[in-house]
């Protein structure tokens, strides 16, 4: 903010010295006399605006070496407010209900197979867990007896067990014993879970929310790409401390991408941002679709561009097909399945996948690593994704009242919220383009160490944790990513087990180097030392890389 002190100063000065044309003052003072003190306040403070906006306009200007004279020159460059329908106060509205849909609720393989494991759609909670058999089973996370949450229980001979009083149900919700019951006493049927319908799909389980509607199969989302031969994806999960709205907004934003990641990855760099080309080519009551790219790649021979399709409820899906020197295809998916789980919350799968083999040096690099450099990329995005949230939720407006969207930049961001303005009437709470409806509920928030850990994952270490870095925080890089992802979780186990072992070698070497006479046994043992220690210190960056939060390099600590 110093820097730009002196520049504004000087530009706000010049601004002063500028004098109203005179008729605009003489008649603005004989509108004054003529209206009630209310209007001219009105009136002042649209006088007051406009000239805000004049300087605005010439501090954009003078960035650019230029001058603007007109307000028309916003339309050029800004996205249209206001579609002619909403002008005449027509609004499209289509049916919608929210738990008539399918819900991303968590990649297979990363299912436990030893415990419950709780998540939430929306506010509705539930449990996900592998009977005896190891099928998915999936329940209303709460005991019917006295609305303990059953992710907190356990799995008993294939049943799940509620460890409040010991309450053991079955696959079908079915409740087959209760330690309290007087012997050869019948359970009663209303002791039973509510069972929610899940499938997997392409290694995905969805969860259907309705209670009152059949699933509709039809309605899963199919990815054609994920079932070409030869191709490999690299899928992670992530929860978030935002709105799945704004999340999917900044997804659908590929001009933050070289400013806020630069240098994150291979391809995010800040010099390469600049306008972007957006052409809708669908629009339906599920969503759009289109293509988009560099504006200055446009016209190049052999380029295609990037296809984005969004399908509701939750589902965005980024492709691109590339033709290699030796005309062979290769297709490319970047895949986010996006889960409202709460006010505030959110949980992300991501799936990036491609049929070109890994060549050179990327062959060697694990998959962890990858998971660990996504789970940077989120955190470059936490603080103003998540002050984004809290704005919205302060002002209480649509978000046209809000933000500056720029035909550049910007087309997918206005897309959502207006098909949100269509939908937003089926969901529990929307923020639209020109429509908004607030929670009527405020969110709940657990307090219990033990029970927040346990809605998180189940599995050990995480559960019941209550120190260093298995401490219960919702914006740990652990919580977020680890506890919900096999691979690194192990990743995490074998560093420390390693870390252990090298601890115990280079205390052993170091005494021996202590204890010993000869000079090059001296000389062998504390060489030994200096790997172990080496090794300690490797295995200590890696587990750091994979549990500790990015903080940009400029921010004060």
Not at 182 to 205: L, W
Not at 266 to 284: I, N, Q, S, W, Y
Not at 413 to 438: C, N, Q
Not at 439 to 463: C, D, L, R, T, W
Request: aromatic share 10%.
């Amino acid at each position: 903010m110093a820097l730009q002190q002196p520049f504004l100063s000087e530009l706000l000065h010049s601004t002063s010295k500028r004098s109203l044309p005179t008729t605009l003052t003489t008649r603005s003072t004989i509108l004054s006399l003529q209206l009630p003190q209310k209007h001219n306040l009105y009136l002042h403070n649209k006088q007051l605006k406009k000239q805000e906006r004049l300087s605005c306009y010439a501090i954009a200007e003078n960035i650019r070496g230029g001058i603007s004279s007109s307000e028309n020159d916003d339309q050029s460059v800004l996205l249209e407010n206001s579609s002619l329908e909403e002008l005449r106060g027509q609004r499209e509205i289509v049916g919608y209900d929210w738990t008539e849909e399918w819900y991303p609720l968590y990649l297979t393989k990363n299912v436990p197979d030893d415990a419950p494991l709780g998540l939430t759609v929306f506010d509705k909670q539930v449990v996900l867990y592998k009977d005896g058999s190891g099928e998915l089973r999936c329940f209303e996370d709460r005991c019917p007896h006295r609305l303990a949450k059953l992710s907190e229980g356990q799995l008993y001979d294939g049943k799940l067990e509620c460890l409040y009083h010991g309450w053991q149900f079955e696959g079908d919700g079915k409740c087959v014993k209760i330690p309290q019951l007087p012997e050869n006493a019948r359970i009663p049927r209303s002791a039973c879970a509510k069972k929610y319908e899940i499938r997997d799909s392409q290694g995905v389980v969805w969860i259907w929310m309705s209670q009152r509607t059949p699933p509709n199969i039809n309605k899963i989302p199919w990815f054609e790409n994920f079932e070409r031969e030869g191709f490999r994806d690299i899928s992670t999960t992530h929860e978030l401390p935002y709105d799945h709205s704004i999340l999917l907004e900044n997804l659908m934003d590929p001009a933050h991408v070289p400013i806020s990641h630069d240098r994150t990855d291979f391809t995010a760099k800040r010099e390469d941002a600049g306008p972007l080309f957006f052409e809708v080519t669908e629009r339906t009551n599920r969503g759009f679709a289109g293509w988009w790219g560099k504006e200055k790649d446009q016209g190049k021979a052999n380029y295609t561009p990037n296809f984005l399709r969004f399908e509701a409820p939750c589902v965005l899906h980024n492709s691109r097909e590339i033709v290699d020197e030796n005309g062979e295809k290769h297709y490319f998916s970047g895949l986010f399945l996006c889960r409202p789980s709460g006010q505030g919350k959110s949980m992300l799968i991501v799936r990036f996948g491609n049929t070109r083999k890994r060549t050179g040096i990327l062959k060697f690099i694990p998959n962890w690593f990858l998971h660990q450099n996504a789970g940077k990329v989120f955190e470059q995005d936490m603080g103003f994704l998540s002050s984004q949230n809290e704005i919205l939720m302060k002002e209480k407006v649509p978000t046209k009242k809000l933000y500056l969207n720029l035909k550049s930049s910007d087309t997918w961001v206005a897309e959502y919220r207006k098909w949100m303005d269509k939908v937003g009437h089926g969901m529990p709470y929307h923020f639209g383009h020109s429509t908004i409806y607030l929670p009527q509920q405020p969110a709940v928030v657990e307090h219990a160490p033990a029970g927040f850990v346990a809605n998180i994952s189940a599995a050990q270490p995480a559960k019941g944790g209550i120190g260093g870095m298995y401490a219960p925080n919702p914006a740990n890089r652990y919580f977020r990513h680890v506890v919900h992802c096999k691979d690194c979780r192990n990743v995490v186990k074998a560093f420390e087990t390693w870390k252990k072992a090298l601890s115990v070698v280079a205390l052993v070497s170091t005494a021996l180097a202590i204890l010993v006479s000869g000079r090059q046994w001296k000389a062998l043992l504390l060489l030994s030392t200096s790997l172990c220690l080496a090794g300690i210190y490797a295995c200590s960056t890696a587990i750091a890389m994979n549990t500790t939060n990015f903080i940009r390099i400029h921010r004060r600590l």
